[in-house]
């Protein structure tokens, strides 16, 4: 059964203080990765795609990697505006199917 | 571009009543999807379209209708709601190429319903 779990639920951090959050999945035909951040009350937003073990890419304080098995999103030297939802998500054919996500807090 | 716009952004409906929830892309894209997010359980897809006139069943469709008679509309008809539908609902569109979907969606900003 396809599946993407998401590691922790919740995470706090004090501004500057870097960590990764983990997306471990299991799914049959992957045909890509995706990270996105939620603010409240809003639509999730995309940050970044991964196709393939091995890839990684950057924006700004958030860097993704991908294995054949789960995915990071590192965030280096946070910033209290980095505080949101990461959501995680695995494409299959037509679908996506998303993780629970791990809710960000940086304090100042 | 607006990208995609749901409307409306809030609804409480009384049980049993039927509604429709609206949603429309401006970006051409071929494939719009239907989710809607409870706390703990992420997002959960109930139908989707890979195409004007084409639609299919996702996750969670009991209670819900969708059509596609153009490429930029996808509205979702909840049929007779029920205080299990209360959820907060996202729209979303990719594009496809050569009937393969391997890019990123693009959400709407939600619409927060409550049946009571």
């Known amino acids: 059964e396809d599946q993407v779990t998401q590691s922790p639920e919740a995470l706090r951090l004090q501004e500057g203080e870097s960590s990764s959050l983990n997306c471990s999945y299991t799914?049959?035909?992957?045909?890509?990765l995706f990270w996105y951040r939620q603010d409240p009350g809003k639509g999730p937003e995309f940050l970044f795609t991964l196709y393939s073990a091995g890839e990684e890419k950057e924006k700004e304080r958030l860097k993704a990697t991908l294995t054949k098995k789960e995915s990071f999103l590192h965030i280096t030297a946070p910033k209290p505006e980095d505080s949101a939802t990461y959501l995680c998500?695995?494409?299959?054919?037509?679908?996506?199917?998303f993780g629970t996500g791990t809710r960000l807090k940086v304090l100042a | 571009n607006a990208g995609v716009t749901q409307t409306p952004k809030f609804q409480v409906l009384k049980t049993g009543q039927s509604m429709t929830l609206q949603c429309a892309q401006d970006?051409?894209?071929?494939?719009m999807s239907w989710y809607r997010q409870d706390p703990g359980m992420g997002l959960r897809l109930i139908h989707y379209s890979v195409g004007a006139g084409i639609t299919d069943q996702g996750e969670v469709p009991n209670g819900y209708n969708v059509s596609r008679s153009t490429t930029e509309d996808f509205p979702l008809r909840l049929l007779s709601a029920a205080p299990s539908q209360t959820s907060v609902y996202f729209c979303?569109?990719?594009?496809?190429?050569?009937?393969?979907?391997?890019?990123?969606?693009?959400f709407g900003q939600g619409t927060r319903l409550t049946v009571v």
């Open positions: 970006m051409n894209h071929e494939y």
């Open positions: 979303a569109s990719s594009y496809s190429g050569q009937g393969v979907v391997n890019t990123e969606a693009f």
């Open positions: 998500a695995v494409q299959r054919t037509y679908k996506y199917i």
């Open positions: 799914v049959s035909g992957l045909r890509g």
